[in-house]
Nanobody, 125 residues
Framework: EVHVVESGGGLAQAGGSLRLSCAVS????????IGWFRQAPGKEREAVSC????????SYGDSVKGRFTVSSDNDRYTAYLQMDSLKPEDTAVYFC??????????????????WGQGTQVTVAS
């Protein structure tokens, strides 16, 4: 059984930083990708970032480029989202999603098989 667990959300001041973690367990393949998404109240879900262990590719949404950095510890099936220069509009529930057997794909991916429960990020002005 696959489990996806986010951690690291919380409250930050505008201009501050937070680091989210996404740990995946239960995958059988060494190639996998993890995506980060967020959803603010009353808004649609937005793709934030992606990282693929098979080719090292990454991608970012336009609203976070230059401020957020995605990384991974491939052996631990864990991805991190370093969020710097936070803005109040970054306030949302952040979700990570995962898919395995990604040797033929590069970020950004359009389909993920497993989702975490989400972690709240609140940025105060």
């Amino acid at each position: 059984e696959v489990h996806v667990v986010e951690s690291g959300g919380g409250l930050a001041q505008a201009g501050g930083s937070l680091r989210l973690s996404c740990a995946v367990s239960g995958f059988r393949f060494a190639d996998y990708a993890i995506g980060w998404f967020r959803q603010a109240p009353g808004k649609e879900r937005e793709a934030v970032s992606c990282i693929n262990s098979s080719d090292g590719s990454t991608s970012y949404g336009d609203s976070v480029k230059g401020r957020f950095t995605v990384s991974s510890d491939n052996d631990r099936y864990t991805a991190y989202l370093q969020m710097d220069s936070l803005k109040p509009e970054d306030t949302a529930v952040y979700f990570c999603a995962a898919i395995e057997d990604t040797a033929w794909f590069s970020c950004p991916l359009v389909k993920y098989d497993y989702w975490g429960q989400g972690t709240q990020v609140t940025v105060a002005s």
